[in-house]
């Protein structure tokens, strides 16, 4: 599955933004999808995920209550809602699909480009 994620940019605190990931290729609703962000000179942590039927979502504690993932199987395409921005949110957003429900960004099969989102006044 090929994955393009968007929506990224510049956004100042306590703004909001939505990221957007569209699949092409192999049935997306087979898929576990997440959101994984990665800042300089930091590892690439899970921010959000969600189950291949949406049923289910997981969400690290730094985004609890701001972020919001979803999916929409019939456009192929996977959300991530972001409110209540903060500096410390500035990172490389990236969409991953996995067969595997985890959280590991080592389990996951396909990978999108990153979109870059950048919080400041």
């Known amino acids: 599955v090929q994955l393009q994620a968007s929506g990224g940019g510049l956004v100042q605190p306590g703004g909001s933004l939505r990221l957007s990931c569209a699949a092409s290729?192999?049935?997306?609703?087979?898929?576990?999808m997440g959101w994984f962000r990665q800042a300089p000179g930091e590892e690439r942590d899970m921010v959000a995920r969600?189950?291949?039927?949406?049923?289910?979502?997981v969400y690290a504690d730094s985004v609890k209550g701001r972020f919001a993932i979803s999916r929409d199987n019939a456009r192929n395409t996977v959300y991530l809602q972001m409110n209540s921005l903060e500096p410390e949110d500035t990172a490389v957003y990236y969409c991953?699909?996995?067969?595997?429900?985890?959280?590991?960004?080592?389990?996951?099969?396909?990978w999108g480009r990153g979109t870059l989102v950048t919080v400041s006044s």
């Open positions: 969600i189950s291949w039927g949406g049923a289910t979502t």
């Open positions: 991953a699909a996995s067969t595997i429900w985890t959280g590991s960004s080592a389990r996951y099969e396909y």
């Open positions: 290729g192999r049935a997306f609703s087979n898929y576990n």
